[in-house]
Structure formats: C-alpha cells, structure tokens
C-alpha cells in the first residue's frame, strides 16, 4: 500500500461547527481490473475488508503482499469467461452486482444484498452464494442494494430501491420521482420476508442501532436519513426523520460507540442552499462550502465528525465510510480502489 497524500477530518462541536481538527494520511488498495467497491465488511475473525464488485464477485484482502482474492460469487449461472474483471454495467443481470455486504458475528455467514439477485447468503469459507429471498408480497425485487443484521435475532433488514428501476437504471427512479421503494426485513427461522414499509423514494443505505431499538435507512431521492422504531413503546414503522443531507446520502455504518457514518456519494459540489443547516451556526460558513463525503451522527441527530473530500479526485463517489480497527475504509460505486484513512 502506497503513501499517497492527505485529507480532513473536521470535529464540529455543537457550538461552532466547521473546525478543522488535524490532517490524516491514507492509503489506497487497488483493485485488480475491477471497480465499485460499493461496500465492505470484516469477518469473525477481524479479517478483510471484503468488498462487491463489478464483476459480481466478492473479494477479500489479504495483505499487502498478497492482494486481493476471490471469496464469493453472487450469480448462479456465472460465466467466467464473460464475467470476469468486467466492468460493463449492461452485464450485471448476468455476473451479478453485490452491493450491501455484512457478516453476522454469530454464525460467520456472509449476506450479500446483489442488486439482481437479491438477498443472499455464503458461509465462512465462502464460494457460491444461496438466494434467500427474490420477492415479498408476490412483487420482485428488482434493486436490492444496502442491509444489516440483528445479531441476537438473525433477522436481516434491507432494501429494494424500486420495484419499477434496476440498478443501471438508477437514475430514472430519482428522475421519475419513483415512490416504489420498500423497507424489508428477512427472518432465518421461519424463512420469511416481510414488508415493513412501502412507498420510499430511493431507500439505500440501512444500519441498526446498537442496541437494535431502532433502524437508520437513507432515503436517497429525498436526501434525508429516516428512523424506524423497532422496540419499545416506540415501536413503529412508521418513520421519523432523523437527519437531512445536502447531497445524496448512500450507505450507512455504525461504530463501535454506536455512532453512523453516513456516506455522501452523488451530487458532489453541484447542490447549493441559501438555508441553514444542522453543520453550521448562523456566524460559521455553511458546511457544503468544504467538501464532504461522509458525515457521522450520534444517536441523537448531532454531527460530530465529518469526513472532506478535499475536492480531490480519490474520494469521489464515496458510497459508505466504515470505521474500524482505527482507520476509516471508504467504498466507491465506481473506483478501482478502497481508501483506508488513519482515524
């Protein structure tokens, strides 16, 4: 891994925002021909990252004298010869496009969400992965892109963007104003899918909270993060709104402390506002005059860190902001490469 430059991170204190706090250095882990490490996961044994990729295959990182190498595959009658380093979009029904990726730290399984295919499942050691849901309520899914998992349940929550729009069509169902987007969780016991809320506008990114009263889901169309309470006198599914963005919000992870990382993937430098926002008082600059690309909320809405892009190529078409193990990974939907930043 090779020493390539430097970014900001700004810590915005409730009563000043926009403070820069210190400069951190990165590397970048090349893909091999492949590109859009849309989103990344770490295994049991604190192994990775592994990431989905164009090809429909999903890799796992080894070392940086090893590389990467294959781990799964997504598509269940998967060409090689067609599929493999591809980067042509209009091949994905055929290799399969996994995108939400995540271990559950009981069983060691990997869930895959693949835009196609989707929600699906491999075990530890990997190889082809098994459908496990393709529908709910006698409807397809035809964009299944983000999920996470309750460890203690095993129930899998996730989305399916539209029921109208695939993945390579995505920006119609923004363009279009599409509303068909769902909310779904899976439960493994009883094998069942439930439809927990229709009529989304581009629902994308889902994260669980720690303690799994409630769910995060960005609803990218509207670029606004709901909360769905799952426990308590709460409990409803019907959502409230958590957070409002300035660009598209993609992907969302939780850290350790329970706090989310947000990604901010499309619509880069392009949205302006006169209004204020949550990042900024009425005295300091308003946030999108920097360059963010990831945001991370405590549990009450409140920003406390934000990651900038510093207008700079690498970290365009940021898809999701993982932190662990004391580095900040960054996924694209795009590039050839993941970002590891020093946190």
């Known amino acids: 891994m090779k020493l390539l430059s430097s970014f900001i ?20 882990l090349q893909l091999p021909g492949v590109v859009g490490p849309e989103s990344l996961a770490f295994d049991c044994n604190g192994e990775g990252p592994y990431v989905g990729v164009s090809d429909g295959r999903i ?24 599929c493999d380093g591809s980067t042509n979009t209009t091949l994905e029904p055929l290799c399969g496009r996994p995108l939400g990726i995540k271990f559950n730290p009981v069983t060691c399984d990997l869930y895959i ?31 299944t892109n ?9 129930i899998v929550y996730f989305t399916d963007s539209s029921i109208y ?7 119609m169902s923004i363009a279009t104003g599409d509303k068909s987007g769902r909310l779904l969780k899976y439960d493994p016991l009883k094998k069942t899918v439930t439809v927990m809320y229709n009529g989304l506008s581009f629902p994308n990114g889902v994260a669980l909270s720690n303690n799994n009263s409630f769910l995060l889901v960005a609803e990218s169309a509207t670029l606004k993060i709901l909360r769905f309470w799952l426990q308590g006198e709460r409990t409803t599914y019907t959502p409230q709104l958590f957070a ?11 850290d350790s402390k329970g706090e989310f990382w947000i990604a901010m993937n499309s619509a880069r430098g392009k949205i302006e506002s006169n209004k204020k926002t949550a990042f900024c008082d009425e005295t300091a600059k308003p946030w999108f005059l920097r360059d963010p690309v990831g945001v991370k909320f405590d549990v009450n809405g409140n920003v406390v860190d934000v990651l900038d892009g510093n207008e700079g190529n690498t970290l365009n078409s940021v898809s999701e902001v993982q932190e662990y193990g004391g ?9 050839p490469y993941v970002v590891v930043i020093k946190a």
């Open 165 to 171: 729009f695939q993945r390579r069509q995505y920006f």
């Open 113 to 143: 969400a693949d835009a196609y295919f989707g929600l699906m499942v491999v075990g530890p050691n990997g190889g082809q992965a098994q459908q496990l849901a393709t529908s709910a309520g006698g409807i397809p899914f035809r964009f």
């Open 59 to 82: 890799l796992k990182w080894k070392a940086a004298n090893s590389g990467w190498t294959e781990f799964a595959t997504t598509a269940p009658h998967r060409a090689r010869e067609i």
């Open 146 to 154: 983000d999920l996470d998992i309750d460890p203690y349940t095993g």
């Open 244 to 254: 409002e963005m300035p660009r598209f919000p993609d992907n969302i992870k939780s």
């Open 9 to 28: 991170i700004f810590i915005f204190p409730l009563v000043f925002p926009c403070v820069i706090l210190s400069s951190k250095s990165y590397q970048q």
């Open 327 to 335: 580095y900040l990974y960054t996924g694209s939907s795009v590039q």
